[in-house]
């Protein structure tokens, strides 16, 4: 039986006055201006009100105030579990839509929304920054930091962004383009801004929400898939200051070491020239502060490139690849360490959210920290020392047998060994678990973790494999695996091809257990919120979003958005009043899979479209709600030039180095993407003019001239068009064709 012991909470609650000052317009979608990038260090002001005055101690006595949402998990310890029971399993049939927000976008929403004194605080895509009634979903003011839209390109995984943070009287967000910018939470008005990017010529993102703590704002970023190196740093909350960094991987060894652990560090790496290609180790997500302690936990990506045979051919475990890193919060100086992946060589990042929680263990009361990473394993540390304590599979593992728990070291399965030959494995790149966050019920001891089984055909390089060399390319994806078998097993449809699948699952950390399983059609669902009414709550990507019975699994209501979801549910009460809230709009890291092929479904946001919208509900909610229009999925007749295979297999190349990465596998776009086996005569027309000149950039569909010539462009389009006509032949019920496959 598992036991937790729930913080006691202290109250202490500063009621703020509510100011409503005169909404600020945003710009219209992806206007492509230039920000204007500023290391200039702000002036320190303090707020004129104490309205979302958030500190220290309020979060740690979130409990005392259950109707907010005071921080990105609700509280430091993450755990995305409200104590609030007015809506709960015995009433859920009659929740019904408060109110819903039209983003005025169809690219995908992640963010978790800070409830605090009042107002609403949540980011939409391209970073903006809305702050609303959470009665109403009146803008009361709303911020766009105008990321430039040629960052559409240099996302791996949309123009995507996770959320605020709020703390004194501040809300800070950071940019797609890598900006760390602190708002007045009154007025919208910008106080600072810093530029937390140490290269602009590498493609460096940020998503993740900021974390706030001790005076400090910390902030990670991405872009391992484009060849970088991770870093974390901290700013002084008040000033925009920088008061340290913690680089996750060792730089060029033949330079000083920019802090002491990459010594240690760097002898785990070994042969290559991994700080040319990257080395990856991005903190794109989760940042956990821990009261406990006054630490600081960091999960660490991916390697750079993903194989490790190029990154590292001599071996080594790759420290801090995967890992879940524990750093002073004043110095960020390392703690302690876990590598979940030893030698990464499958994009297995440990970046996945992690809570903490106090639990007994083997008749011990330990301060124990919880994470589901790629994996496919569930982690359960001693937040005191790294210690391992568990590692159940939380989803089918095939990359490995097991965790050694003498070791603390994942036993890998030699049959999978793909250096030589390509072989399926689970998890797939996507992992067992992603960004979407789970949920931790203390008192049962169960997390609902929003679980998928999605495999991938892992291969070598062509390029290495043939010569063994491997060169960076700027501006695409550096993998280091050969992506052409994916496309050959995409197209062809083999029999081979296991099923993707997604489940919800109520699983006990301790003894490997799930209480209950829910299956989920398709893989790429939405995060969990679990309540003390006895409910599970999440979206998943048919548009549904589901309360569960906590206990049992069992589907209680439902409602149907006509959107896929991602974004996690959140709750919060006001005047005596619940409301659960939830972003609809998928995307995200699935864009490169694109439309699913059967018999998985097709998510609603390809049936219908990707309407990014906030909805709120409360019991006897009767808010109008208007379903969208079925998208037409017809694919206009091709002009084909009657190339030979090489050029259009060439053109298939470049463009699933370039173009696949958000129009989808195959020219098959998920449904958030334009697909571009519907493009119109126009759009032809200006084919060479939107891939080369980037004449459509303020969508955020960037040029390509530094990469691709005219005749890459050409090939591209051919490719494209013969994709098209294939796939419009199926429709018609004709024969296809010959297919061509990709080999030069
Ligand atoms: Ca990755």
């Given at each position: 039986?598992?036991?937790?012991?729930?913080?006691?909470?202290?109250?202490?609650?500063?009621?703020?006055?509510?100011?409503?000052?005169?909404?600020?317009?945003?710009?219209?979608?992806?206007?492509?201006?230039?920000?204007?990038?500023?290391?200039?260090?702000?002036?320190?002001?303090?707020?004129?009100?104490?309205?979302?005055?958030?500190?220290?101690?309020?979060?740690?006595?979130?409990?005392?105030?259950?109707?907010?949402?005071?921080?990105?998990?609700?509280?430091?310890?993450?755990?995305?579990?409200?104590?609030?029971?007015?809506?709960?399993?015995?009433?859920?049939?009659?929740?019904?839509?408060?109110?819903?927000?039209?983003?005025?976008?169809?690219?995908?929403?992640?963010?978790?929304?800070?409830?605090?004194?009042?107002?609403?605080?949540?980011?939409?895509?391209?970073?903006?920054?809305?702050?609303?009634?959470?009665?109403?979903?009146?803008?009361?003011?709303?911020?766009?930091?105008?990321?430039?839209?040629?960052?559409?390109?240099?996302?791996?995984?949309?123009?995507?962004?996770?959320?605020?943070?709020?703390?004194?009287?501040?809300?800070?967000?950071?940019?797609?383009?890598?900006?760390?910018?602190?708002?007045?939470?009154?007025?919208?008005?910008?106080?600072?801004?810093?530029?937390?990017?140490?290269?602009?010529?590498?493609?460096?993102?940020?998503?993740?929400?900021?974390?706030?703590?001790?005076?400090?704002?910390?902030?990670?970023?991405?872009?391992?898939?484009?060849?970088?190196?991770?870093?974390?740093?901290?700013?002084?909350?008040?000033?925009?200051?920088?008061?340290?960094?913690?680089?996750?991987?060792?730089?060029?060894?033949?330079?000083?070491?920019?802090?002491?652990?990459?010594?240690?560090?760097?002898?785990?790496?070994?042969?290559?020239?991994?700080?040319?290609?990257?080395?990856?180790?991005?903190?794109?997500?989760?940042?956990?502060?821990?009261?406990?302690?006054?630490?600081?936990?960091?999960?660490?990506?991916?390697?750079?490139?993903?194989?490790?045979?190029?990154?590292?051919?001599?071996?080594?475990?790759?420290?801090?690849?995967?890992?879940?890193?524990?750093?002073?919060?004043?110095?960020?100086?390392?703690?302690?360490?876990?590598?979940?992946?030893?030698?990464?060589?499958?994009?297995?990042?440990?970046?996945?959210?992690?809570?903490?929680?106090?639990?007994?263990?083997?008749?011990?009361?330990?301060?124990?920290?919880?994470?589901?990473?790629?994996?496919?394993?569930?982690?359960?540390?001693?937040?005191?020392?790294?210690?391992?304590?568990?590692?159940?599979?939380?989803?089918?593992?095939?990359?490995?047998?097991?965790?050694?728990?003498?070791?603390?070291?994942?036993?890998?399965?030699?049959?999978?060994?793909?250096?030589?030959?390509?072989?399926?494995?689970?998890?797939?790149?996507?992992?067992?678990?992603?960004?979407?966050?789970?949920?931790?019920?203390?008192?049962?001891?169960?997390?609902?973790?929003?679980?998928?089984?999605?495999?991938?055909?892992?291969?070598?390089?062509?390029?290495?494999?043939?010569?063994?060399?491997?060169?960076?390319?700027?501006?695409?994806?550096?993998?280091?695996?050969?992506?052409?078998?994916?496309?050959?097993?995409?197209?062809?449809?083999?029999?081979?091809?296991?099923?993707?699948?997604?489940?919800?699952?109520?699983?006990?950390?301790?003894?490997?257990?799930?209480?209950?399983?829910?299956?989920?059609?398709?893989?790429?669902?939405?995060?969990?919120?679990?309540?003390?009414?006895?409910?599970?709550?999440?979206?998943?990507?048919?548009?549904?979003?589901?309360?569960?019975?906590?206990?049992?699994?069992?589907?209680?209501?439902?409602?149907?958005?006509?959107?896929?979801?991602?974004?996690p549910p959140i709750t919060y009460e006001i005047d005596g009043t619940q409301y659960v809230s939830i972003l609809t709009g998928s995307g995200g890291g699935d864009l490169f899979g694109g439309a699913p092929l059967p018999p998985v479904p097709n998510p609603a946001s390809l049936d219908y479209n990707n309407y990014g919208r906030m909805l709120v509900f409360k019991l006897g909610g009767d808010a109008p709600f208007e379903a969208p229009r079925a998208r037409d999925m017809t694919i206009p007749e091709q002009q084909l030039a009657g190339l030979s295979d090489p050029e259009i297999a060439h053109g298939e190349r470049m463009y699933h180095e370039y173009c696949a990465v958000c129009h989808g596998l195959a020219v098959r776009s998920g449904g958030v993407i334009p697909d571009l086996r519907q493009m119109d005569d126009g759009t032809h027309e200006a084919?060479?003019?939107?891939?080369?000149?980037?004449?459509?950039?303020?969508?955020?569909?960037?040029?390509?001239?530094?990469?691709?010539?005219?005749?890459?462009?050409?090939?591209?389009?051919?490719?494209?068009?013969?994709?098209?006509?294939?796939?419009?032949?199926?429709?018609?019920?004709?024969?296809?064709?010959?297919?061509?496959?990709?080999?030069?």
């Amino acid at each position: 039986m598992v036991r937790y012991t729930i913080l006691v909470a202290a109250i202490l609650a500063f009621l703020g006055m509510y100011f409503l000052r005169t909404p600020q317009e945003i710009q219209p979608e992806g206007d492509g201006s230039l920000a204007v990038m500023s290391n200039e260090a702000g002036d320190s002001a303090a707020p004129d009100s104490r309205t979302a005055w958030i500190d220290d101690e309020r979060i740690k006595n979130a409990d005392s105030e259950p109707g907010n949402w005071l921080a990105y998990g609700r509280t430091y310890e993450e755990q995305r579990f409200s104590p609030l029971t007015q809506i709960n399993a015995g009433n859920v049939s009659q929740l019904g839509l408060a109110w819903s927000k039209d983003m005025g976008t169809n690219r995908a929403q992640e963010s978790t929304p800070i409830v605090v004194d009042g107002i609403m605080y949540f980011t939409s895509a391209w970073s903006r920054v809305y702050a609303v009634d959470p009665l109403t979903g009146e803008t009361l003011w709303s911020y766009d930091p105008k990321v430039p839209g040629e960052y559409g390109r240099r996302a791996c995984c949309d123009v995507v962004n996770r959320g605020v943070a709020v703390y004194q009287g501040r809300v800070y967000v950071g940019s797609l383009d890598g900006r760390l910018i602190a708002l007045d939470a009154l007025t919208g008005e910008e106080i600072w801004q810093v530029d937390t990017i140490i290269d602009r010529d590498r493609f460096y993102t940020v998503t993740g929400a900021p974390r706030v703590a001790n005076g400090k704002v910390f902030i990670g970023n991405g872009g391992a898939e484009f060849g970088v190196r991770g870093y974390v740093s901290a700013y002084d909350a008040d000033t925009g200051e920088m008061v340290w960094r913690f680089f996750t991987v060792p730089g060029d060894p033949s330079l000083p070491f920019e802090q002491p652990e990459l010594a240690e560090a760097a002898k785990t790496w070994k042969g290559g020239n991994w700080w040319e290609i990257g080395g990856g180790g991005t903190v794109w997500n989760s940042i956990v502060y821990d009261p406990d302690f006054n630490v600081v936990y960091l999960g660490v990506g991916n390697g750079s490139p993903w194989t490790r045979a190029i990154r590292s051919p001599g071996g080594g475990d790759n420290l801090f690849l995967s890992s879940i890193v524990a750093v002073d919060a004043d110095t960020g100086e390392l703690k302690w360490h876990y590598q979940t992946t030893p030698g990464d060589n499958w994009d297995y990042t440990a970046v996945q959210d992690m809570a903490l929680a106090d639990m007994e263990v083997d008749g011990e009361m330990k301060k124990v920290l919880l994470q589901a990473p790629k994996n496919g394993f569930f982690y359960v540390l001693d937040r005191e020392n790294g210690e391992l304590l568990r590692a159940h599979p939380y989803a089918t593992v095939t990359w490995a047998t097991h965790v050694d728990m003498e070791t603390g070291r994942p036993v890998e399965n030699p049959d999978l060994d793909y250096s030589e030959k390509e072989k399926w494995v689970l998890p797939g790149p996507l992992g067992g678990h992603n960004w979407q966050a789970m949920s931790v019920d203390a008192e049962s001891g169960l997390v609902f973790i929003p679980v998928q089984e999605n495999p991938l055909i892992y291969g070598m390089a062509e390029e290495f494999k043939e010569t063994g060399l491997y060169k960076r390319n700027p501006g695409r994806w550096n993998l280091g695996v050969e992506l052409g078998r994916v496309v050959q097993h995409f197209v062809s449809n083999l029999a081979d091809w296991p099923l993707p699948r997604g489940y919800l699952k109520a699983f006990d950390p301790l003894t490997g257990e799930s209480a209950w399983v829910v299956e989920i059609p398709h893989y790429w669902n939405g995060g969990v919120l679990a309540t003390a009414g006895d409910l599970v709550f999440q979206g998943d990507a048919l548009g549904m979003f589901k309360a569960y019975n906590k206990q049992t699994g069992e589907l209680l209501w439902e409602f149907n958005t006509y959107t896929s979801m991602l974004a996690p549910p959140i709750t919060y009460e006001i005047d005596g009043t619940q409301y659960v809230s939830i972003l609809t709009g998928s995307g995200g890291g699935d864009l490169f899979g694109g439309a699913p092929l059967p018999p998985v479904p097709n998510p609603a946001s390809l049936d219908y479209n990707n309407y990014g919208r906030m909805l709120v509900f409360k019991l006897g909610g009767d808010a109008p709600f208007e379903a969208p229009r079925a998208r037409d999925m017809t694919i206009p007749e091709q002009q084909l030039a009657g190339l030979s295979d090489p050029e259009i297999a060439h053109g298939e190349r470049m463009y699933h180095e370039y173009c696949a990465v958000c129009h989808g596998l195959a020219v098959r776009s998920g449904g958030v993407i334009p697909d571009l086996r519907q493009m119109d005569d126009g759009t032809h027309e200006a084919f060479n003019q939107i891939v080369l000149e980037g004449i459509l950039v303020q969508n955020g569909m960037s040029g390509f001239g530094d990469v691709l010539d005219v005749e890459d462009s050409e090939l591209i389009h051919h490719y494209v068009r013969a994709r098209a006509h294939e796939d419009r032949e199926v429709a018609l019920g004709n024969q296809p064709g010959p297919r061509w496959t990709w080999q030069d």
